[in-house]
């Protein structure tokens, strides 16, 4: 694969990517803010935005000029989507035609804010159903009510989606100033996948972006208030529509180190959670004989500058026995083999290079690369020079003291704390 990258005089970046002997081509638009910037400095000064400001704003950037850009994609033979996510926003399409017209259509919708009382007071109504479908999903619901559990002040504890009350209080002015502060096309990432060649699509989005100077005399930073250690509920239940009982266990920890530390540490963690809760553990198959594991179960770990947690989640009868294994898990913290290692370390590897074939995945990597400062090559070089000790010292530091247990219990059980 071809590859070019370029800093535009407006401060925006260029990812392109050429892909020769695919019909489709894929670009993406992203910017640095998501679900976890509800707090701000700027030049010395502290900002707060209501909790859902970012998902909000996404609904509504698809306006450009009083239309709809979702129908202008559609004649243009290209599908557009979003995603908000907790560090991270991004609008993309894909088109089997011509790119450069879409092209132009998204570098203008997402760089132009068009919103009113009217277009806010609709989407409110639209969000607030998003909310409820979430929030009567069994598995989100589990995962939010860990997060709630775990922490007091950072904005984990928050969904994406905001609450109910920020969601019906949102207003143009607080959407205006979200956006005046996070989007501008200085903290703008331009993602292109395409098979045609790469310096004319790299000329056109430099001769487009003439239009788009940056606003910003100076660049904002989030701001977190401090965390405590410890979690604000060492358990919590609670009671929904439900065939068998669904428990979490949460862990937290201190987050620490600089970008490349904690990849790895994300990385050699993962690699333990994957072969500890998987087939590849010998005593895998005694939890699922044992019914402790039936189809709904999974783990996973998040180490960043910001947060650091480990969660371990099933649908199962047996809550206490899934709670031990867990316990016994994290408390004696077994050793990979260097078979398990190994088997790992090549799954890894052939997920890489799949991902080159998944348009938006590799679209969305890049992004998060690109935001991160650690490109994707050097990610899965790090991933190919990890060992079995870098595995063994990364989940040896954890101290798994500061955890809680979540559970969801079919509605004639009632609810235990």
């Known amino acids: 694969m071809k590859r070019i990258e370029k800093r535009l005089s407006n401060g925006a970046r260029v ?3 050429q892909k020769p002997g695919f019909s489709r081509s894929l670009f993406l638009a992203g910017f640095e803010t998501g679900g976890l910037y509800l707090q701000g400095t700027l030049e010395g000064k502290r900002f707060q935005a209501p909790s859902g400001a970012a998902h909000f704003l996404e609904h509504q950037m698809f306006r450009l000029n009083g239309r709809d850009v979702t129908d202008d994609m559609a004649a243009m033979q290209a599908s557009t989507n979003a995603y908000t996510a907790f560090e991270e926003t991004a609008y993309y399409f894909s088109t089997t035609a011509d790119p450069l017209p879409p092209l132009s259509l998204l570098l203008d919708f997402v760089q132009t804010l068009d919103v009113d009382e009217a277009s806010v007071e609709k989407e409110k109504g639209i969000i607030l159903s998003e909310y409820d479908m979430y929030d009567q999903n069994l598995e989100s619901r589990l995962l939010q009510e860990t997060m709630n559990s775990l922490y007091h002040v950072y904005p984990l504890n928050t969904d994406i989606l905001g609450t109910p009350g920020d969601i019906q209080g949102m207003t143009v002015e607080d959407l205006t100033k979200f956006y005046n502060t996070w989007y501008d096309p200085s903290r703008m990432v331009i993602i292109g996948i395409t098979p045609r060649p790469l310096e004319p699509v790299l000329a056109f989005i430099e001769a487009h972006e003439q239009k788009y100077p940056s606003r910003l005399a100076a660049q904002p930073s989030v701001w977190f208030d401090p ?4 979690p604000v509920r060492s358990a919590h239940s609670l009671v929904m529509e439900v065939s068998r009982p669904y428990v979490c266990i949460g862990f937290k920890f201190r987050p620490e180190g600089d970008v490349r530390q904690n990849l790895k540490k994300d990385l050699a963690v993962n690699f333990w959670i994957d072969g500890m809760f998987s087939s590849l553990n010998p005593a895998f198959q005694d939890w699922v004989d044992a019914r402790i594991l039936t189809q709904v179960y999974g783990a996973e770990g998040e180490f960043s500058q910001h947060d650091a947690y480990m969660l371990f989640y ?5 809550t206490e026995a899934f709670r ?14 260097e078979t398990t290692f190994e088997i790992l370390k090549r799954q890894n590897l052939a997920r890489s290079l799949r991902l080159s074939d998944s348009f938006q995945g590799l679209a969305q990597k890049e992004l998060e690369a690109a935001f991160d400062g ?8 790090m991933a190919r020079r990890i060992t079995l000790e870098d595995v063994r010292d990364a989940v040896n530091s954890l101290n798994f003291e ?5 559970t969801i219990l079919p509605r004639e059980r009632g609810v235990m704390e």
């Open 402 to 406: 500061n955890c809680t247990l979540t």
């Open 15 to 17: 990812v392109l990517i």
């Open 227 to 230: 965390e405590p250690a410890a």
């Open 374 to 381: 650690v490109s994707l090559e050097e990610q899965t070089e």
């Open 324 to 337: 031990d294994l867990v316990m016994d898990l994290v408390l004696t913290k077994p050793q990979l083999s």
């Open 314 to 318: 099933a649908q199962t009868d047996k």
